[in-house]
Structure formats: C-alpha cells, structure tokens
C-alpha cells in the first residue's frame, strides 16, 4: 500500500493515525466484553476503519454525516464523550436514546451526526433533505452519507441518488463496498463491474478509492468536500475495504474463503499506515507506545462512567410524552394569527378574536386548502413545498397554482417519482430547521414512502429527540370511478403509529384551521382530504390566519335519538341521512383521528346511549374498531343498544360506478340507522 502525504504536515498525518487507532482499539475492547456477556451484541468496523475517520477528519465540524453500523470513527473522530456514547451500546438511561435504540440508532445534532435506522438506506434521502436545505440558506457546505454495497440494492438508493442528481445537491455518497451483505457475496447482490458504473447514469461523476488508505481517503474527501461547496452537486464515492469479522459478531465468517482473509489482513488499515508512519519517522516507537496507553485509558474511563450510569426505568408517562415534541404557544380553538407583517394584536396584547368574529368569505374546500398552504408559506419563510407536479404545472387538482411565481421555485419544488426519497428528504429539512410539506399525488402512493413516514419520521422524536416538522398532504377517497389504485382510504394504516398525527377535515373551515395547525406542529402530520369535496362543497372560511386545534372533534350536528361518530365524507352521509329518515342525531366529526377526542366521544355517547361509527374506509381494521371497543371500556354503562359500525366493504375500490356504489356505506347507513333508533 502505498501512502502519498503531498504536503499534509506530521501534526495531520499523525492526528489521523490516533483518530484511526481509536476505534480499534475500542472495538477489541468491546470485543472482549462480548464475550464476557458483559456486552449484549456487537457490529465490527474491523478492516474498515479508514473510511469513517479518513471521510469524517475531511469535512468541517458543522456538516452532517449519517453513518452505518460500522462506521464507529465518525462517532469517535467528532468527538462524541466515549462514556455516553457506551451508555447507548448498554442500553443506559443515560445513552442518546435513553435505552430506546441500540448500537448507533441515532443521531446527535450536536457533533452532526445522524445515525441509521435497520431499513439501512433511508439516511440517504434524509441526507439530500440536510443538503437542500444548506442549498436553500446558500451555506458553503456538504453532507455526507455511507451506504454498504448491500444496502446500495434498496429502492431507496437510486431514489436517494436521483433526486440529489436532478436538484444538484452537495451529497457525498460513499458506497463501502467490503464485497458481502452479510453473507451474500456481492455477484450475488449485483451484475455491474464496479459502483462508479453507476455515477454516469445518475448525470454525477462518481470516483473510486482505496478504503483501507487513510491518507487517500482523506486526502479524496477533502478535496471533493472543497469542490462541492463551491460547485454544489453530488458525487458517488466507491471505496474498496474488507470485512474481518462477521456482519455481526454470532454469525461469524465461516462463508468468506480463508485466502480472502488471508489477502484482505494484509491490507489492515490500521497496521499499514502504522508502519509507513514508522518507517518514514513521522511517528516514534515510544510515541506509539504512548498514543496506545492514552488511549486505552481513555477507553477504559469512559467505560467505567457507563457501567456507573443508571438502567432506564418504564414510566408510562415519561415514555408516552417522549412520543411526540411539544407543540409551543398554542392557542385556543380558531384564534386567528396573524401574518409576519401584522403589528397589530401582537402575542404580549390582548387575546386575538375568535374566527366567528372575522371577516369571513364563502370558498369552495379546495379554496380553502390553497389559502391556507399560502398564508403558511407566507407566514413561515422556512416552508419547503414538495410533489410531483406541484410546481408551474400547480399540481394535478391545481392547489399549488401560481405559487411558483409568488413563492419561488427554491420553495415549491417539482418532484421525481421518488416518494420515498421525498419523505426522508423532508426529515432532513428538520434536521437543519425547515418545516416541508409533501404532497402524495393521490393517497394510494404514500405506500412508496411508508418506510420513511412510520420508522423515520414516525420515531425519530423518540429515538433520539429530532423532530420531524412534515406535513403530508393526500387526496384520499372514492367516488369518481378512479378504481382500486386511486380511490383507496387508508388512514388507518397511520392511525396505529405513535409518533404521527393525522388529520380529515370535513368542511372549508377546518381544511384550511387543520392544514394551518399542521404546519405550526412540530410533528409529523398525515392530512387527508377527501377529492370528492375539492369542487362540490363551499362554506365560510375566515379570510386571516387561524388554527383549527388538532386533537379537537366537533359537532356537526346535535340531536339526542342516537350519535353517530364520523370523519371526512362520512359527515355528509351522516347529515344527509338523518335528515331524510328525520333522526335527531349527534353527528360528531372527530376531525383528527390520531389523536382522536375520546372527551367528545364520551360525552356523546353518554348523552344519546346509541352509537353508530362510519367511516369510508373499509370495515376490518378500520379506526370505528378502534372507537367502538373504547366505548365498551369506557361507557358500557351508558349503553341502550349495540355499538354499531357502518363502513365500506372489505374489498379493494371497484372501477364500475354500480359497483362502485355497492362498495360504499351509504345504503347500508340507512338500514343501520333505522334498526339502532327502533332496537
């Protein structure tokens, strides 16, 4: 192996020898800890080392890096307290995840660091969103984000590749290729020669290193790193280096040939550049004996400060309110606020008016969405709009025409078909401080992101304190003969994930109340609205800033025969029919289905004592489930008949619109009304 120092002086060439020592002689300590039982599970970086320190000493302190499991040097070589850092291996209460997450499942905004979650490729759209952002403040940096050659098989790759290549953002993406996904060998993973194959395809240059070379890695990323805050553009980065060890320790590495080993310890990172620093008398052999004592009691420090530290206790509480980050300076329910301009009512005056004393105008739902997408944009400067389709063409439903010309297109940002990418992008806007919304071109593709919305944005807060200011915008909902991939209701998919909020308006007072509150929320926030409302509904909308409080149901109508509980198109159905059975009912609309108002709930039902939940979406699994056993906890007492359920059939949307109509509640509605009311 061959070391070019160029002109790097002995202070650097030997600051780097320490910083690639250190996680070495980490990971042989814990080694022996393993299997002592005293450590419960371990992934070794041995043979790789110069890849994280060499990357991580290359870029500025204030650029992120988002790591994998063996990239132990980018924690070490940005200085992470070596104590807590081995808390979070134990699992202590003192760890960055407070016991909630091992290895190195997270991230500290502090040293820039973000770590991985299992799923391994969703960190590198989260990297184009930390790089968008720098973009957008025109900050001179770059981030960077590893990827194994296994890994580098996931969707999420190309998707992550793409959409830095079409919107050039500062990414350093560094493929370790070390030639195995656990055991499968890498003609087993992939038919190309060679990952810089595929930097042309992406339309970004792509080098290839020695990943076992400290110095050329260092020397490559530094020199790349200074390139692209001048030149902002991603770069693929191949670096070459060997697995040791198993993928993780208990599977062992009985599947690699002894003479690859063999092969491979000659190339040891950290004995090599040992030995030219020896050699050509940069580094003494008492000065190596020392930077080696130093360290092992460094090591050995920070261990015994984690075996010091306290276990995590359960706490109900605690563990429930570390769900989701504090929504500040909230107002009562539809308080107007005002815009960045307004000098008037100001948050040290008087309380600002009710919304039934403003002015108010009559719009359409769709009208009323769109006001409050621009009066958020216009309130939040740091607001980043993101979809397919959504900049001059203004989308497929036209909510986002013109804002292009108000806004910017830095601000609203036309999309590839990358859903996933787009969602994890959103999380690394909050990372640097951004909020974003992205909106799925119709609900049904929020599959392509599922991954992001429930492991990354869903449990980032908890896992390690980041919030993820995302609201996800959806056109839900059948009705217009669209079929099974463009009518489905799948709100319940998220109403079962901790960490998110969803939201269904009913009417235009809540769909712009609702959408605005979205975006003053720091957590992530599903919103449905239904299609079939856009253009078919209108009523009074206030023309300032408000909030409609999340969490909060409403009366959409009182009665005291019977309650039904309802959201979204449900509500229409609920008051067309009582009206054409002439039923005096509560129609509640819970508007925010998670979390949804069991207060309001609880009162209804023990007002009426008859309860029917509907919702479109399909009977088994749906939210009305959820509610109804709820009921039978809480008010059962209460009760003068079955809890009655009404909802779509348990089948995919038909084409046809006879079938179609089968296919939805309303017919049944009606028979379910009549036998609830005469039980």
């Excluded at 001179?140 to 969707?155: F, I, N």
């Excluded at 990323?221 to 670096?239: F, G, H, K, M, Y």
């Excluded at 039904?564 to 609309?589: F, N, P, R, S």
Aim: aromatic share 8%; net charge negative; charged share 25%.
């Amino acid at each position: 192996m061959t070391f070019d120092r160029k002109d790097y002086p002995n202070d650097l060439l030997l600051h780097l020898y320490r910083e690639l020592l250190k996680p070495r002689l980490i990971e042989e300590k814990m080694l022996i800890l393993l299997r002592q039982g005293k450590v419960s599970k371990w992934f070794s970086g041995i043979g790789q080392e110069a890849i994280s320190v060499g990357s991580t000493l290359a870029l500025n302190a204030d650029e992120y890096i988002l790591p994998l499991h063996r990239n132990l040097g980018v924690f070490t070589g940005r200085g992470v307290p070596l104590g807590r850092l081995f808390a979070q291996w134990q699992g202590k209460a003192t760890g960055y995840t407070k016991g909630r997450d091992r290895s190195f499942h997270f991230g500290t905004n502090e040293h820039h660091i973000v770590g991985m979650i299992s799923h391994l490729g969703p960190q590198l759209a989260v990297a184009d969103g930390i790089a968008l952002a720098d973009l957008l403040d025109e900050k001179p940096r770059v981030t960077l984000t590893y990827s194994g050659d296994g890994g580098a098989s996931e969707g999420d790759f190309h998707e992550a590749l793409n959409v830095a290549a079409v919107w050039q953002l500062p990414v350093i993406f560094l493929v370790e290729n070390n030639g195995y996904g656990l055991s499968t060998p890498s003609n087993e993973q992939f038919r190309f020669k060679s990952f810089v194959d595929k930097g042309p395809a992406y339309g970004m240059e792509a080098v290839q290193l020695d990943g076992n070379n400290v110095l050329e890695v260092y020397d490559k990323i530094n020199t790349l790193a200074e390139d692209l805050r001048q030149n902002p553009r991603p770069v693929l980065v191949e670096a070459l280096t060997f697995r040791m060890r198993g993928h993780e320790e208990a599977s062992g590495t009985k599947y690699v040939p002894a003479e690859l080993l063999q092969e491979w310890a000659t190339k040891d990172p950290v004995e090599t550049y040992e030995k030219w620093l020896l050699a050509e008398g940069i580094l003494s052999e008492t000065a190596r004996v020392q930077v080696r004592e130093g360290l092992k009691q460094e090591i050995e420090r920070g261990w015994q400060e984690s075996e010091a530290a306290p276990i995590p206790h359960a706490d109900d509480q605690a563990e429930l309110a570390d769900m989701y980050a504090p929504v500040v300076g909230k107002r009562e329910e539809s308080r107007v606020k005002n815009l960045p301009d307004d000098k008037e009512n100001s948050d040290n005056e008087e309380p600002l008016p009710l919304t039934s004393q403003l002015l108010t105008q009559n719009l359409r739902f769709i009208d009323a969405i769109q006001q409050g997408l621009r009066q958020s944009m216009a309130r939040f400067p740091e607001l980043v709009l993101m979809g397919q389709d959504i900049a001059e063409y203004g989308g497929v439903f036209k909510i986002t025409e013109g804002f292009v010309a108000e806004f910017g297109k830095g601000r609203v940002r036309n999309t590839p078909l990358c859903e996933s990418a787009i969602v994890g992008a959103g999380l690394g806007l909050s990372i640097r401080g951004k909020k974003s919304m992205v909106e799925m071109q119709f609900a049904d593709f929020v599959t392509c992101g599922f991954n992001q919305i429930v492991n990354n944005l869903a449990k980032s807060y908890y896992r390690w304190g980041q919030n993820a200011d995302v609201v996800i915008r959806m056109p839900t909902g059948a009705g217009s003969a669209a079929g099974p991939f463009h009518s489905q209701s799948n709100e319940a998919w998220f109403t079962h994930v901790p960490g998110l909020k969803v939201v269904y308006p009913s009417n235009p007072h809540d769909a712009k109340g609702l959408l605005c509150a979205a975006f003053e929320d720091p957590n992530p926030v599903m919103y449905f609205e239904h299609k079939m409302l856009y253009r078919s509904l209108s009523g009074p909308v206030p023309e300032a800033y408000y909030t409609t409080p999340i969490g909060q149901a409403a009366l959409a109508q009182e009665g005291n025969e019977l309650s039904i509980i309802t959201y979204g198109m449900g509500v229409h159905w609920a008051l067309a029919a009582c009206k054409e059975l002439e039923i005096q009912a509560d129609i509640l609309d819970l508007r925010t289905l998670l979390p949804w108002d069991t207060e309001a709930v609880g009162r209804s039902v023990r007002k009426t004592g008859r309860v029917l939940i509907l919702h479109e979406d399909t009977l088994t699994g749906g939210l009305g489930g959820e509610i109804a056993a709820w009921i039978a906890e809480n008010c059962f007492s209460s009760l003068d008949a079955p809890v009655r359920r009404v909802a779509s059939l348990d089948t995919a949307v038909p084409f046809a619109p006879q079938l179609e109509a089968g296919f939805l509640p309303q017919q049944r509605l009606r028979e379910q009304l009549r036998a609830l009311r005469d039980y």
